[in-house]
Structures are given as structure tokens and as C-alpha cells.
């Protein structure tokens, strides 16, 4: 079993229909996280450490194309922190964007427009966390040139130049679902404001895991490269990404539907 299975299997789910590649879908994931470690005492003995796996937020995609062919998603993205690895969250982070990209092998991006957010979750924890945003930001690619606009100045802030096409978290789940996704060279925007040159997706060999006691057999890809931690993109049979697994961090498939 690939090693990216270690810590995340329980929460991966059966999923035994297809779903139909030329109506929008919506698609929804649970955010777990491995933060900290575990020590227990058993017949005296200090044994451990066991790694300690908890729910941090949660990732919705849902997809659209219009009357002219254009393909456009919307992204609800929240995520929950915590001061020290064994507290309770004490912050909860939101990113929402609508996204256009390019019905290509990689969903290659073309415009979005983001909010990002952040608000304390009470009881403040041992440090204060001050309410950040929500922060509006519009970007586009184009001749080689990442622009990220604040929306608020309407001028652009940010210029970042790439080389290999742009693709994001985002809009890859969707191309793996559809089955277009294809071993490419490219530059990822990390939550749309990162850029991650470079990176190579790459087939990894097939491989079976028991998913809610079925034997499931599943294929995937890796993204991997200079500045990134390798992210598992794995799918069944019937196209569904299943899960998104990285060193610390995993993305499993709770919703799968057209609309």
C-alpha cells in the first residue's frame, strides 16, 4: 500500500456511480490534518509516539459551464488553526473564489476573484487573534505574468512571471474528475496566491486499499517538486478523487454529484 495511506484511511469513502463529464458537479471534501504527537502509558511503559489526526475544515468545489463553453468553478475553502498542536482551534480561516480556467489537461487558470478571511474562535487560546478581512483580490494570467489586483485599489500589487501553464489546487480535483488530467510540467498557485513553479504530475502505480470494508482499487497521480511537500491525487475506478493526500494533510471525498 503507498505509503500516503498511512495515516488517512479511515476517513475515505465508497463512492459507486459515475458521474456525468458533460454536467457541473459539485464536489465536497473534509479536511483532516496530522498536527502533533501522542505518548501513552501501557503495563507502565511510555510507548509512542502516535500521530494524532483531527478534523480542520472542510473544501467545496462546484462546477460550471456556460452557453459559450466557458468553464468557471466556485471555491468555499475554511480551515481551522490553533496556537499549540493540543488546543482546540482559535482561529477559523475562509477562502471563497469564483475561478475561470481552460477545458484543458490541467484546468489552466485564466481569471478568479478571491476573498480571504480570518476570525478568532472563542475562547481566544493563550494568543490573540485579531479578525483579518475578509480581503478582496482579483487576479488573471496572461503573457507569462501572474497578475493578483487588490480589489479595493483596482491596481495591480502583485506580478509574479511563470514559464509552464498555471494550475491550482482547485481546478486539477476537477480535471482528475472529469478524466482529463494529464503527466504535465507546471506552475501551481497555492491557494491561488503561491506560486509553486515547476512541478511535475506524474503517475504513480495502481494500487488497492479497503475503503468502508471493500477492496477498492485505485489509481492516482503525485505532484511533486522544488518549494512544494508531494500532493496524492487518488481515484476509483469510477473517476471520483477519493482523496488528496500531502505530508500532513489530507483532502477525503464526502460529496459527489451532478447539479
Not at 501513552?40 to 460550471?64: A, D, M, Y
Not at 452557453?67 to 482551534?89: C, D, F, I, L
Amino acid at each position: 500500500m503507498h505509503t500516503s495511506f498511512d495515516l488517512y484511511p479511515s476517513y475515505l469513502r465508497c463512492f459507486n456511480k459515475d458521474l456525468a463529464a458533460n454536467r457541473p458537479l459539485r464536489l465536497r471534501y473534509d479536511l483532516h490534518a496530522m498536527r502533533n504527537y501522542e505518548y501513552r502509558n501501557e503495563g507502565g511503559k511510555r510507548v509512542g509516539p502516535f500521530p494524532q489526526v483531527r478534523h480542520e475544515g472542510t473544501l467545496e468545489i462546484q462546477s460550471t459551464t456556460n452557453s459559450s463553453g466557458k468553464n468557471s468553478m466556485t471555491v468555499k475553502h475554511s480551515r481551522e488553526w490553533s496556537t499549540w498542536t493540543g488546543q482546540a482551534p482559535a482561529s477559523k480561516q475562509d477562502i471563497t473564489a469564483k475561478i475561470d480556467y481552460a477545458d484543458d489537461a490541467i484546468g489552466t487558470l485564466q481569471h478568479w476573484q478571491m476573498s480571504y478571511a480570518s476570525t478568532p474562535i472563542l475562547p481566544v487560546k493563550s494568543y490573540l487573534y485579531d479578525k483579518l478581512g475578509p480581503m478582496q483580490k482579483h487576479g488573471r494570467v496572461k503573457d507569462g505574468t501572474i497578475e493578483l489586483t487588490a480589489a479595493s485599489k483596482g491596481i495591480s500589487n502583485m506580478k509574479l512571471t511563470t514559464v509552464c501553464p498555471v494550475t491550482s489546487l482547485y481546478t486539477l480535483i476537477e480535471r482528475f474528475q472529469r478524466s482529463k488530467a494529464q503527466p504535465s510540467t507546471v506552475d501551481y498557485l497555492d491557494d491561488l496566491t503561491m506560486l509553486r513553479p515547476g512541478l511535475e504530475i506524474t503517475p504513480l502505480p495502481d494500487d488497492t486499499i479497503e475503503i468502508e470494508g471493500i477492496q477498492t482499487n485505485v489509481h492516482g497521480y503525485a505532484l511533486l517538486g522544488p518549494a512544494i511537500l508531494p500532493l496524492f491525487f487518488w481515484m476509483d475506478t469510477h473517476s471520483n478523487v477519493l482523496a488528496v493526500i500531502g505530508r500532513n494533510v489530507a483532502y477525503t471525498l464526502t460529496e459527489a454529484q451532478n447539479v
